[in-house]
């Protein structure tokens, strides 16, 4: 786990060699991600009621979810509309 979001997080999002995370977007997603979940599995060592560890595991799968379009932020939606003529 350790490696994986060691090579996320030092990944170049603007090199061609870059695979793993196509936009900065996702970057951030996925560090938001990786702390939500480190969170939970710090709060399941401890001992803190389940309430709290869903939490934490909601709020990194709704990251997650940014990446693969199934949540959206207002700022993302904000932003296309700003971009993007629709309906005119």
Do not use: Q, W
Request: include cysteine; charge should be negative.
């Amino acid at each position: 786990r350790k490696a994986i979001r060691d090579h996320v997080i030092t990944a170049d999002v603007d090199s061609t060699s870059s695979h793993v995370v196509p936009n900065l977007r996702h970057k951030t997603a996925l560090m938001e991600a990786f702390k939500y979940l480190g969170n939970a599995s710090g709060n399941m060592r401890e001992g803190l009621p389940l309430e709290v560890i869903a939490l934490d595991l909601n709020s990194g799968l709704e990251a997650l979810g940014e990446i693969i379009g199934e949540t959206t932020h207002d700022e993302i939606i904000e932003k296309i509309f700003s971009e993007f003529c629709l309906g005119k």
